[in-house]
């Protein structure tokens, strides 16, 4: 048994879970999500918890059966608190501005570049170079954070590009004279 998979979720104040064949849809205060699950799998919702269950001991059941509980977990999550994750921009002259859903980027290159943020994603920018992606669906605020990271990864020398919150950037020695 999945030591994931058997916890149950406990659904807070104001939060309605539905359950139609193999689609689960969350409502709550911050918005609503839904998604396909596997058939390999039952949801049941009974009170206020949801509990998983497999159907057999198969490989694809026993596989899909913590998955399942913990994406139905981060939907009630996501609808209730949301989630945001932290990015931090170095370098002379990088700088961020969001501009409605557009992120506008300046990172070194002969070019701005403007991204538009995906439906349900917002970025708060503060001081031009701390970036807050917000927004219900982990998945999608994880995705978007990554994107904008891979527009101008950190390098190694001195650091310049952009970088997750907590992230440390291992630096390597630059050139050395001649002795």
């Known amino acids: 048994m999945s030591r994931i998979g058997k916890l149950p979720i406990e659904i807070p104040q104001g939060v309605k879970v539905l359950v139609v064949d193999c689609t689960v849809k969350v409502d709550g205060p911050k918005g609503s999500l839904s998604r396909k699950i596997m058939d390999a ?23 899909a059966h913590g998955l399942t509980r913990t994406l139905v977990n981060n939907m009630v999550t996501g609808v209730t608190k949301g989630f945001e994750t ?8 990088y700088r961020a501005e969001a ?32 970036l807050v992606v917000k927004g ?32 440390t950037i291992l630096r390597k020695a630059g050139k050395t004279g001649k002795k």
């Open 41 to 63: 799998v039952t949801v049941d919702v009974s009170g206020n918890s949801i509990a998983v269950t497999r159907k057999d001991d198969s490989i694809k059941s026993r596989s």
């Open 86 to 93: 932290s990015l931090e921009i170095n370098g002379v002259g």
């Open 99 to 130: 501009k409605g859903d557009v992120l506008n980027l300046s990172l070194g290159y002969s070019h701005p570049i403007n991204y538009k943020l995906p439906q349900g994603v917002t970025v708060e920018v503060d001081k031009m170079t701390k």
């Open 136 to 167: 219900i669906d982990k998945e999608l605020v994880g995705e978007t954070a990554a994107k904008i990271r891979s527009f101008r990864g950190p390098e190694p020398y001195k650091g310049k590009g952009i970088k997750y919150a907590d992230e």
